[in-house]
T-cell receptor, first 113, second 114 residues
Framework: DGGITQSPKYLFRKEGQNVTLSCEQNLNHDAMYWYRQDPGQGLRLIYYSQIVNDFQKGDIAEGYSVSREKKESFPLTVTSAQKNPTAFYLC????????????FGQGTRLTVV | QQQVKQSPQSLIVQKGGISIINCAYENTAFDYFPWYQQFPGKGPALLIAIRPDVSEKKEGRFTISFNKSAKQFSLHIMDSQPGDSATYFCAASKGGGSNYKLTFGKGTLLTVNP
């Protein structure tokens, strides 16, 4: 089945640690995105990538890093510099130039303990 | 600056009633307006979308109404069902080139009582 797979579903992090969230898609989409969701805040864009080996900061990139070494993969690292990392993280993908419809993964809930 | 404002924050409707969620945008360059439905613990799923060249789009019980001059668009859910209980997000994006990143509203929690 085609889709977007995020792992793990739940993640616990100690303060001061970096953690990496995985996002893989088999939709052959060029563009991939990371959003953060907090209660009452909607979805806020962290990073996005339109093509392999290229990515841009979104609205709340501080404390996060990404890589795009393969078309199918767009991992997100939440660094210790992110002051309030507890949130629901959503990965999405879309066709570049072929339409704006974005498809989302099932999310990773990150909790700092 | 909040580019897409969504209201109400929460909405309670009786089964069979009409649910209406409104959004307003500021950037006139936006040219794609989707609505997403999200169930607890799940990722959002595209429900219906519209472009500004039409004033209304209907898919089953879901209708988007679009008012370009007022920079507003709304989602109407006819014959609302308990299974429609979810959080709904409006969004907007501007195309051109390869940039389709979405700007989301803050969401509306819809509860449909049986």
């Amino acid at each position: 089945d085609g889709g977007i797979t995020q792992s793990p579903k739940y993640l616990f992090r100690k303060e001061g640690q970096n953690v990496t969230l995985s996002c893989e898609q088999n939709l052959n989409h060029d563009a991939m995105y990371w959003y953060r969701q907090d209660p009452g805040q909607g979805l806020r864009l962290i990073y996005y990538s339109q093509i392999v080996n290229d990515f841009q900061k979104g609205d709340i990139a501080e404390g996060y890093s990404v890589s795009r070494e393969k078309k199918e993969s767009f991992p997100l690292t939440v660094t210790s510099a992110q002051k309030n990392p507890t949130a629901f993280y959503l990965c999405a993908s879309s066709m570049r130039g072929g339409g704006p419809e974005a498809f989302f993964g099932q999310g990773t809930r990150l909790t700092v303990v | 600056q909040q580019q897409v404002k969504q209201s109400p924050q929460s909405l309670i409707v009786q089964k069979g009633g009409i649910s209406i969620i409104n959004c307003a945008y500021e950037n006139t360059a936006f040219d794609y307006f989707p609505w997403y439905q999200q169930f607890p613990g799940k990722g959002p799923a595209l429900l219906i979308a519209i472009r500004p060249d039409v004033s209304e789009k209907k898919e089953g019980r879901f209708t988007i109404s679009f008012n370009k001059s007022a920079k507003q668009f709304s989602l109407h859910i006819m014959d609302s069902q308990p299974g429609d209980s979810a959080t709904y997000f409006c969004a907007a994006s501007k195309g051109g080139g390869s940039n389709y990143k979405l700007t989301f509203g803050k969401g509306t929690l819809l509860t449909v009582n049986p």
